[in-house]
């Protein structure tokens, strides 16, 4: 077969299949021959290990992995992309499709019943309309995984690695950096893929983290008072958390100071650490009112 980075090769499977490209489920295929292998390569997939995919396009992230890995797992939610998939993966006999959405699927399930003693890593081409939802279902759950490769949106790609308590951060920043270690591996324009975004993408991977780098008392106030904090950008942290929380000013003055924080800093100043010594002086204020 010819190679799947040829747009007429993958223009002639679409036409004969009947399939069009679906804007509301993100679909630009990867049209750049250099990118998969490399994403296969940094990923982490190895011959004695185990690759989780998320979206197969026209198969051509899948086999770059299907070629270093001992196993991959495809999660692909398009059954139109099936009857494309059998004719352009055939030569494979390692590689499973689960039609599903990701977001349903029992993950540690199928870690569990697919990849039994083996490593896995997570490799993924993310469509930018869900890329945080995914990335935070994949980490919350601390699944038995070393590492997570996606391709996102350049935008969220600086976003994501950027650091804590930099002008760049936000709160999936703070998430992301919270269950893993996060860097860029290497940018991807917007040529790269059929059809053509209106914006350029990077590759990044984060491995995860075994213990967080922050003790938090109650991780769901963590992410609370992140997510509270990060509301408003524009405003204050007394402001945002006060309106987020439903404390009184005063109140969340009270804390700042106690976790020695300026109360006119915004949330992009704050460190993790930061964000770990707040959450805490609001548990012990919850505690001490019997509200935990």
């Known amino acids: 077969m010819e190679p799947l980075t040829n747009r007429s090769v993958i223009k002639e499977i679409m036409e004969r299949n009947g399939f069009t490209f679906s804007k509301a489920l993100g679909q630009n295929f990867i049209v750049n021959p250099s990118v998969c292998p ?11 290990g185990g690759v989780i995919e998320i979206g197969a396009g026209v198969g051509v992230l899948t086999a770059e992995l299907a070629r270093r890995a001992k196993k991959v797992v495809c999660i692909e ?3 139109r992309l099936l009857p494309i998939l059998d004719e352009t993966l055939g030569e494979f006999d390692n590689i499973k499709i689960v039609n599903e959405d990701v977001l349903k699927v029992d993950l540690p399930r199928l870690i569990r019943e697919e990849f039994p003693g083996m490593e896995v890593v997570v490799c993924a081409n993310l469509p930018y309309y869900i890329t945080s939802p995914i990335l935070m279902a ?12 996606v391709m996102v949106q350049k935008e969220a790609a600086q976003r994501i690695c950027a650091k804590p308590g930099s002008r760049q951060a936000g709160a999936i920043t703070a998430a992301v950096h919270y269950y893993s270690t996060p860097r860029m591996l290497f940018p991807v324009s917007r040529g790269s893929f059929l059809p053509s975004p209106e914006v350029d993408s990077a590759v990044i991977r984060l491995d995860v983290n075994k213990e967080p780098p922050v003790e938090v008392q109650d991780e769901k106030l963590f992410f609370t008072v992140v997510r509270g904090a990060f509301g408003q950008r524009r405003k204050t942290i007394l402001n945002t958390l006060s309106a987020a929380l439903g404390l009184e000013k005063e109140t969340v003055r009270e804390l700042l100071i106690q976790a020695q924080l300026r109360e006119n800093a915004r949330a992009e100043e704050l460190t993790l650490a930061d964000f770990a010594a707040l959450t805490n002086r609001l548990w012990a204020l919850r505690r001490e009112r019997g509200e935990v």
């Open 38 to 48: 490399r994403i296969a390569e940094q990923g982490g997939a190895v011959p004695e």
């Open 138 to 149: 994949l980490l919350e759950q601390r699944l038995p995984i070393r590492s997570i490769t």
């Open 77 to 79: 939610i398009d059954s």
